[in-house]
């Protein structure tokens, strides 16, 4: 893929026409693009915690305005669902009308695919809502053209591609596949090149960006997959973006079968079993008193198919894992599918209704405290899960160790993934007593030392000694 910069409305049609020299342009490209870059905007923050800082930059699309600021549209994949909203510093939105002066934003929320999240600007903005008019469908072989927006380090220039639709593919999301040029992997509109009609969205491609170790641990395998590509998500998969815009901070819940373990089947199972289709994921093992295990589901089941369908056609097994999930997330909480499962030689269609999946670390508030050098944050359903000890186990997560301080220091330091249970011998349920421990020290300037009994993530209990002195 390639990304052509350009400064003005003559250079974006010969970007064009440079991209895709064999598409033919009958709409009006510098009157669209002209039109849309107006409701562009770069967003910007800092991922900023006690030892580390970056500055990320990105595209967004302004699709609502009121009088308490404007809603953006940003990909996924630009503010990560498991980083702390803490450490997500100086997040702002710069508009292309207004010389991309800034504007301070939050983030609203996320959609439950996690494919898109929402951003408001904290006052108005001078920028019109861009309207994608009459979405019109996808077709093979169609013609299209994507505008888009570059960040800080291009200079906030516009730029544009074109190519041509390959593939219009419905696994577990509807998705367009285009040539290997062209479009944008920002979150970009995109237009047919002939009518010049709204036909999609573009984003990260999906399933990309998965990197495995051998067993080994030095050389990284990365897997491509090559169903869901570089593309877009054409008309009927984004116009609910447009419909029933959220103007204030929202939760969603992915939904959850209560499975761990989870392992593509290879082509030697599906010799040995008989398996006439290419993909299937193998359950390693259900969760006590969830979803799966109310419905039946056992570890060595395969399961084939979702609401009688296969939810894969990648015959690389962790591609077929993750298209298993996806396919879960089309549904929500509270909603029963079948399963179609093998379980030893026999067939079977089991239904299970979904719960709502367990709130993850990145979900819950961290709390730095200086004078030991840690951040801290209560427990979720996976830190108690991976130890194997039960789920009303009490005590906090060590998210962060800052890197000098007296936490990081001496013979017995302490670590990131630590379940903290104890300070000074005082009993630690949550982050509210933690809290309570830290202020304790705070307050006693002459304390030399103070003693944490922790659970490290293999399961073992130690004692640390942090020395307050250093």
Not at 120 to 126: D, G, I, L, Q, S
Not at 254 to 259: A, D, S, T
Not at 266 to 278: A, G, L, N
Not at 441 to 463: L, S
């Amino acid at each position: 893929m390639q990304l052509k910069t350009i400064s003005s409305a003559a250079a974006m049609l010969l970007c064009l026409a440079c991209a895709a020299s064999s598409l033919r342009a009958d709409a009006d490209i510098t009157a669209v693009a002209n039109e849309v870059t107006k409701s562009l905007v770069a967003v910007e923050y800092t991922a900023r915690n006690e030892n580390n800082s970056r500055e990320e930059s990105g595209q967004g699309i302004l699709i609502h305005k009121d009088s308490s600021g404007a809603v953006i549209l940003v990909s996924g994949s630009f503010i990560s669902e498991n980083m702390p909203k803490e450490w997500i510093k100086d997040l702002k939105v710069r508009l292309p009308l207004k010389n991309f002066t800034s504007v301070d934003a939050k983030l609203l929320g996320r959609t439950q695919d996690r494919l898109f999240a929402f951003l408001k600007t904290e006052k108005p903005v001078e920028a019109p809502v861009f309207n994608p008019g009459d979405l019109a469908p996808s077709s093979l072989g169609e013609e299209v053209f994507a505008i888009a927006i570059l960040g800080k380090s291009g200079g906030y220039q516009t730029y544009t591609g074109a190519t041509r639709v390959k593939a219009i593919l419905d696994l577990t999301h509807v998705m367009v596949n285009t040539q290997a040029f062209g479009l944008t992997r920002g979150t970009s509109p995109v237009f047919d090149l002939q009518s010049g009609k709204c036909v999609g969205i573009t984003l990260p491609a999906l399933g990309e960006n998965m990197v495995l170790r051998d067993s080994s641990g030095f050389r990284r395998i990365e897997l491509v997959d090559d169903d869901q590509g570089n593309g877009y998500l054409p008309a009927e998969e984004v116009a609910p973006l447009f419909k029933n815009i959220p103007t204030a901070p929202f939760e969603t819940h992915r939904p959850w079968l209560g499975l761990d373990e989870i392992t593509g089947i290879s082509e030697d199972i599906r010799t040995v079993k008989k398996i006439d289709q290419i993909s299937g994921v193998m359950v390693g093992a259900v969760i006590a008193g969830e979803a799966a295990d109310k419905a039946g589901l056992a570890p060595q089941d395969i399961i084939l198919t979702v609401d009688g369908k296969p939810f894969s056609t990648s015959p690389v097994p962790e591609i077929m894992v993750m298209h298993f999930q996806r396919a879960l997330e089309k549904h929500k909480a509270g909603d029963t599918l079948t399963l179609g499962i093998l379980r030893g030689d026999k067939k079977m269609d089991l239904p299970v209704t979904l719960a709502a999946a367990p709130k993850t670390s990145g979900e819950m508030p961290h709390v730095y405290s200086a004078k030991v050098g840690v951040t801290t944050r209560d427990l979720v359903f996976a830190d108690a899960y991976a130890r194997r000890l039960p789920q009303d186990t009490k005590g906090v997560m060590i998210a962060l160790v800052k890197n000098g301080a007296p936490s990081s220091l001496g013979s017995t330091p302490l670590k990131v993934g630590d379940l903290v249970t104890k300070v000074n011998d005082d009993a630690v349920d949550n982050q509210q007593q933690f809290l309570a421990e830290m202020k304790k020290i705070e307050d006693a300037p002459d304390m030399k030392e103070a003693v944490f009994v922790v659970i490290h993530p293999d399961g073992n209990t130690q004692v640390c000694h942090i020395d307050l002195t250093k």
